[in-house]
C-alpha cells in the first residue's frame, strides 16, 4: 500500500512539475541525445546492481518470499529486470503519450523535448518503485521481455541494413573515382575479414578430437552466406551491391561468433572455455556497444523522412544531417501561421527505447538461464546460442529479401 500511495503521488507530482517545466534543461535539438544518456545510464545502473545488490535484496522480505532462500544468481537476475521494467514503463508511457502527434504546436511536443528535470525524477521514481512489487509481476514482465527482445532484434537487423544501404548510395552518388576505390577497399577488407574470422572459429569452436558437428554446421552456414550474398547481389536482374553484402556478411559472422561464445563453459566444443569469465564480459560490452549503437542510430535516423520512422506528415525533402538539422529547430518563428509538422514518429522512438531495455535485461541476465549457470558468467547459456544463431539468419533473409523483392513485386519500393 505505501508504494501505491508513493507512486500515485510521484506521478502526480512529476506530471505537474512536466507541464510546468516542459522547455527547460535540455536544448531542443540534443534532445534525442538526452534520451540516449538515460538509456545509457539504466545500462550501467543495472549493472552495478546486478553485481553488488543480491546481499540487499535477500533482505527484503517481498522479495525473498520463499521458504528456502534462492541462489545469489536469482537475486542479480531480478535486480536487472526491475530496473529494466522501470526503464522499460518510462519510455513506453511516453510512447503511448505521444501518439497522434503530428506538428509542433501540438503541447505534447513540448513534454517529449523538455521537462528534463521532471523526466528524470519520474525515470528514478519508477525504477525505485520497481523494488516494491511482488515477484509475480516480475516474471510475467521477464516473459514479456523474451517476446519484446525478439521484437528488438529484428528492428535491429532492418536498422543495419538500412545503414548499409544508405553508405553505399551515398558513395555511389558521388560518381567519383576515390569513392569507388573507397567501396572496393571497404568491400575487401570486410570479406577478407568474415573469411579470417571464420577460420578462427573453426579453431576455438571445433578442437581436435571431439565431435563438434553442431559448431561445424553453424561456421560453415555462415561461409555459405557470405557466398550466396555477393552471388545474390552481383546477379544482373537484382540491383544490388556487393559492399553492403560484404558488411552484412561481417555482421553474420559476429554474430556466429557471439552465439558459439555464449555455449556453456562446461562444453567440450567450447575452445575458449577457460577463459569464459572474459569472453562472457567481452560478448556482453560487445551487445551493450552493439545495443546502444542501434538505439542512437535509431534516434539519428528518425529525423530522416527517408525512412520508416517519419510519421505521413512530415516533409519528404529529407535531411542529410537530421540529428541536428533545421527541422530540430523548433518554433523559432512564433509568427508562421501553418503549423511545423514532426519529423519523426515520437511513439515509434520512445517504442524502440522501451524494446532496448527489454533486450538489454535479456543480455545481462542470459535471457534469464543464466541462474543455473555460474554467477561470474553473463549471456551464456544454450538460449542465447540459439536466439543469436536465429538472429544470424533472420538477418540473411532480411537482407536476401531486400534483393529480391524488387523483382518479385516491381511496383512497390523496399528501400
Request: glycine share 4%; hydrophobic share 50%; proline share 4%.
Amino acid at each position: 500500500m505505501w508504494c501505491a500511495s508513493c507512486l500515485a503521488s510521484a506521478c502526480a507530482g512529476c506530471a505537474c512539475n512536466l507541464c510546468t517545466s516542459a522547455a527547460s534543461a535540455v536544448p531542443r535539438r540534443s534532445a534525442r541525445l538526452a534520451y540516449c544518456g538515460l538509456f545509457a545510464a539504466s545500462l550501467i545502473l543495472s549493472f552495478l546492481l546486478r553485481q553488488f545488490a543480491a546481499p540487499l535484496l535477500q533482505h527484503i522480505p517481498w522479495i525473498n518470499a520463499f521458504d528456502q532462500t534462492p541462489p545469489e544468481e536469482w537475486f542479480q537476475m531480478n535486480a536487472v529486470l526491475r530496473v529494466s521494467l522501470g526503464n522499460f514503463l518510462f519510455f513506453a508511457i511516453f510512447a503511448l503519450m505521444m501518439i497522434g502527434v503530428k506538428d509542433q504546436n501540438d503541447r505534447r511536443d513540448a513534454w517529449h523535448h523538455g521537462g528534463w528535470i521532471a523526466k528524470i525524477a519520474v525515470w528514478a521514481v519508477l525504477i525505485v518503485l520497481m523494488f516494491c512489487v511482488p515477484n509475480i509481476v516480475i516474471t510475467i514482465y521477464e516473459i514479456m521481455s523474451k517476446f519484446g527482445s525478439g521484437l528488438f532484434l529484428l528492428v535491429q537487423v532492418v536498422m543495419l541494413l538500412d545503414f548499409t544501404n544508405n553508405w553505399n548510395d551515398s558513395w555511389v552518388e558521388k560518381d567519383e573515382q576515390k569513392w569507388e576505390i573507397a567501396l572496393l577497399v571497404v568491400t575487401v577488407v570486410c570479406y577478407l575479414s568474415t573469411f579470417a574470422f571464420s577460420g578462427l572459429l573453426f579453431m576455438w569452436f571445433n578442437p581436435s578430437g571431439h565431435d563438434c558437428g553442431l559448431n561445424v554446421f553453424f561456421i560453415v552456414m555462415t561461409l555459405i552466406l557470405a557466398f550466396s550474398f555477393a552471388i545474390v547481389a552481383l546477379h544482373p536482374q537484382v540491383n544490388g551491391s556487393v559492399m553492403p553484402a560484404s558488411v552484412i556478411s561481417v555482421y553474420c559472422a559476429y554474430l556466429c561468433y557471439t552465439s558459439l561464445s555464449s555455449e556453456p563453459d562446461d562444453y567440450e566444443c567450447n575452445g575458449l572455455h577457460r577463459h569464459s569469465k572474459q569472453v562472457s564480459l567481452s560478448s556482453l560490452v560487445l551487445g551493450m556497444f552493439t545495443t546502444v549503437l542501434s538505439v542512437v542510430y535509431s534516434a539519428v535516423r528518425a529525423g530522416s523522412s527517408t525512412t520508416f520512422l517519419s510519421p505521413p506528415s512530415s516533409p519528404r525533402s529529407g535531411s542529410k544531417n537530421p540529428l541536428l538539422g533545421d527541422e530540430e529547430t523548433g518554433k523559432d518563428d512564433s509568427k508562421e501561421s501553418e503549423p511545423r509538422p514532426v519529423s519523426y514518429s515520437y511513439t515509434f522512438f520512445h517504442l524502440i527505447f522501451a524494446l532496448a531495455s527489454m533486450y538489454s535485461a535479456m543480455l545481462l541476465t542470459g535471457w534469464t538461464s543464466a541462474a543455473s549457470e555460474s554467477s561470474e558468467l553473463m549471456d551464456v547459456g544454450w538460449t542465447t546460442v540459439w536466439v543469436r544463431i536465429c538472429t544470424e539468419w533472420v538477418t540473411a533473409a532480411l537482407y536476401i529479401w531486400t534483393l529480391v523483392a524488387p523483382l518479385l513485386f516491381p511496383d512497390r519500393d523496399f528501400f
